[in-house]
């Protein structure tokens, strides 16, 4: 059973350019999570996706930055006009649908660069 | 806003031993608490959850308490092993359903021969 899945692993963009970050979340699960981790700083939630639907974008940046978690495909995270600050390490997280358990499972993260 | 504080010296401890570490919180105490290793380059690796009704938690070589009086969880790892070396972070789910979890920035252990 595969876990989380993200690419790139590795991604370098120039200042203004574009950033699209994938997560495949795992087989069965419907709940996708992105983190942003920065340098010395810990694990900072982003936004909770469901299919077709964004349940908590409370720790979303107002501009730039926006998830989606399409009814086919992997969840997006899109940076447009990527600035310096943005490098960091962008983490996807995935958990099943109901239940009683609520651990969540991290992909392997992206290391976004801004030249 | 609720915050999270983990030790962020490092803790070096030798082979065999036990270690401990700790995670305080304030304001009001969450539904859950949850413990993750991350190794460098990798993402977190889900370890235990513990809920507030619940004063410890167990499994296998690692244990974990909840005291909601003091806002404190400690972690421990018995008869630590060099692989045990990593960064272990401490979360906390304010809501209850697990959809938001606001993490420490974590205490790195080294397991020295």
């Known amino acids: 059973n595969a876990g989380v899945m993200q690419n790139p692993r590795h991604l370098v963009r120039r200042r203004g350019q574009e950033a699209r970050l994938r997560c495949s979340p795992m087989?069965?699960?419907?709940?996708v999570y992105w983190y942003r981790q920065l340098p010395e700083e810990g694990l900072k939630f982003m936004v909770y996706?469901?299919?077709?639907?964004?349940?908590?974008e409370s720790g979303m940046p107002k501009e730039r930055f926006s998830a989606e978690f399409p009814k086919e495909g992997p969840s997006i995270l899109r940076i447009q006009q990527v600035v310096r600050g943005d490098s960091a390490a962008y983490f996807c997280?995935?958990?099943?649908?109901?239940?009683?358990?609520?651990?969540?499972?991290f992909g392997p993260g992206t290391r976004l660069t801004v030249t | 806003s609720q915050k999270i504080e983990q030790n962020s010296e490092a803790l070096n401890i030798q082979e065999g031993k036990t270690a401990t570490l700790t995670c305080n919180y304030t304001?009001?105490?969450?539904?859950?608490l949850q413990w993750y290793r991350q190794d460098p380059g990798r993402g977190p690796v889900f370890l235990l959850l513990i809920r507030e009704n619940e004063k410890e938690k167990r499994k296998e070589r690692l244990k974990v308490t909840f005291d909601t009086t003091l806002k404190q969880s400690l972690f421990h790892i018995t008869a630590s092993q060099p692989a045990d070396s990593a960064t272990y972070l401490c979360?906390?789910?304010?809501?209850?359903?697990?959809?938001?979890?606001?993490f420490g920035t974590g205490t790195q252990l080294k397991v020295e021969l």
């Open positions: 997280a995935s958990s099943p649908p109901g239940g009683t358990t609520y651990e969540q499972y």
């Open positions: 304001n009001y105490s969450p539904a859950y």
């Open positions: 979360a906390l789910d304010m809501a209850g359903g697990g959809n938001k979890l606001t």
């Open positions: 996706l469901q299919k077709e639907n964004i349940i908590d």
């Open positions: 087989k069965g699960h419907s709940h």
